[in-house]
């Protein structure tokens, strides 16, 4: 079945860094746009970064530009989230989604928790 799975969250100082992992499995991983979405308590799910099926385009929210990298590794089945200088404003759950509009299908993990604090 597919499974999206996150991992690599924690707990992190101000100004420290975290590696997102999203390891897929069950669909075709590469003809897969990725996403990578955020939701703090009492808040809205935002999108953070977004990385094309290829790897070849990217977008970032304006809050993460600069800081966060997406890529992914279409040979393991994996997009990664290189996150650095983290803030305490980035504290939230961080969610990987998969999106193919031309097949109308998405897919979305389970959350992995990041917390930003001294």
């Known amino acids: 079945q597919v499974q999206l799975v996150e991992s690599g969250g924690g707990l992190v100082q101000p100004g420290g860094s975290l590696r997102l992992s999203c390891a897929a499995s069950?669909?075709?991983?590469?003809?897969?746009?990725m996403n990578w979405y955020r939701q703090a308590p009492g808040k809205e799910r935002e999108l953070v970064a977004a990385?094309?099926?290829?790897?070849?385009?990217?977008n970032y929210a304006d809050s993460v530009k600069g800081r966060f990298t997406i890529s992914r590794d279409n040979a393991k089945n994996t997009v990664y989230l290189q996150m650095n200088s983290l803030k305490p404003e980035d504290t939230a759950v961080y969610y990987c989604?998969?999106?193919?509009w031309g097949l109308g299908r998405e897919y979305w993990g389970q959350g992995t928790q990041v917390t930003v604090s001294s």
């Open positions: 989604k998969a999106v193919n």
């Open positions: 069950g669909f075709t991983f590469s003809i897969y746009g």
């Open positions: 990385i094309s099926s290829t790897g070849g385009t990217t």
